[in-house]
């Protein structure tokens, strides 16, 4: 791409990952942006260039190993180097456990968990250079978890099991990279104001849940930490009484 730092954002097309690309691109990133369906990632994908940033917008179906191998090869091609990778894209599932079909478990870790760590696994060595071009602060992978991986929701075993193995994944990369400048963040919050939580929005008030841009300033924030302050997790949660629900 250009001189300009770079981050690959996935699930940018809307909710949590858009606010981010949007917070990285006024910020002066390029950006290589990817989302399931076509249309929306291309409108994404004007809007963030309306910044005056340089974006290339991607269909891909996190679900299929041959479009996570088709981005790897776009981000190869594109950059010389990674600054920020967010993980964004996330599907969700509900039900009990004795009703949620194996089928459906393997898709929410296909695309929640396999996915995230091919990616790591292959944009590593580009990671690793965005961190030698930038030693003060070095590369920064920014994990969107959720808190039903940390404390159990009744319903959520299957997302809240893939989101405690991205927790995982970020911890060994911080075990295995940090020392070399790469270092990982897994963001974990409560309910979202997003497409995502549509489904509770009768049992819970989309105006006490947390915004996307509560959780776009954090994941800011940690981009702008030197190299020296390696912040695991950040597990934000919604007011009230049990602090530890959804
Ligand atoms: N909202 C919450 O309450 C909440 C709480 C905790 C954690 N999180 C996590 O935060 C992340 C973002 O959540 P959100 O609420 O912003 O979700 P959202 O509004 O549902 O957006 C999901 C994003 O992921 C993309 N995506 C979904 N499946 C994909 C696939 N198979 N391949 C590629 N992209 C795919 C979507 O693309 P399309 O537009 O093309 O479908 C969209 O860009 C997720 O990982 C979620 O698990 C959310």
Sequence with gaps: MTGRPTALVTGASRGIGFAIAHRLAEAGYDLIVCARRAGTVADAGRRLASTGARVHAEQVDLAAEEDVRRLIEVCQERCDRLDVLVLGAGIGT???????????????????????????????????????????????????ASITGIYPSPGLAA??????????????????A????????VISP???DTDMTEGVRDEVDPATMISTSDIAEL?????????????????????GGQLHRA
């Design 94 to 144: 509900a039900g009990p456990i004795e009703e949620v079909p194996l089928r459906r478990f393997d898709k929410v870790f296909a695309v929640n968990v396999r996915a995230p760590y091919a990616l790591v696994q292959a944009l590593l060595p580009l990671l690793r250079k965005g961190a030698a071009a930038n030693p003060g602060r070095g590369a920064k992978i920014v994990a969107l």
């Design 159 to 176: 997302y809240g099991a893939s989101k405690a193995a991205l927790g995982a994944l970020c911890r060994s990369v911080n075990a295995e």
């Design 178 to 185: 940090s020392a070399s400048g790469v270092s990982a963040t």
């Design 190 to 192: 409560g309910y979202v």
């Design 219 to 239: 994941a800011m924030s940690v981009t702008r930490l030197s190299v020296n302050a390696v912040v695991p997790e950040l597990v934000v949660t919604r007011p």
